[in-house]
């Protein structure tokens, strides 16, 4: 089995609905995982559009997920430590949470979901910026699995 990711209801390359995107409701989309490595103790979750004006945009950090969690729901709350004890760092938006697609009229973007499988507990604080956390999770990821969605007005 391999590390796997996913965004319910959608296969890799499909347009993300609306209602996750800045056009209607905003919310973040139901994500599950499933075979991250036995050791894992923490995973991270970061969300990027490589295809912005001004280059990588991050819309959604979130971190502090524990090993036993496979899953995210739709719709996790925007702020800094969510009622599940994840943390969220501060986004290209500079707001803590997601925020989903909002690409310029008429541009379809790619929007990557990039979850880390960690071998050690990030010791990260809430509300961390994309930096702080990419730099300790690219240095204690066991794994990483990517998913692509799109988005166009």
Known sequence: M???????????????????????SDISPHIVWT????????????????DA??????????????STITELKEDIQKSAR???????????????GYNGPCPPRRK??????????????????PGSSREQVITIAEKTAIKKVTFMLTYEH
């Open 35 to 50: 075979d991250a490595p036995s050791s894992t103790k923490e995973f991270v979750l970061i969300m990027d559009d490589p």
């Open 2 to 24: 391999s590390f796997t990711l996913e965004i319910s209801g959608f296969r890799y390359g499909d347009k993300i609905p609306e209602k996750f995107t800045c056009d209607s």
């Open 53 to 66: 004006p001004h280059g990588v945009f991050t819309h959604w950090i979130i971190y502090n997920i524990p």
């Open 108 to 125: 379809t973007h790619r929007y990557f979901f990039t979850l880390y499988a960690l071998i050690k507990h990030s010791g990260i604080e």
């Open 82 to 96: 969510t009622p599940e004890g994840f943390f969220q760092g501060i986004n290209d938006f500079g707001k803590p």
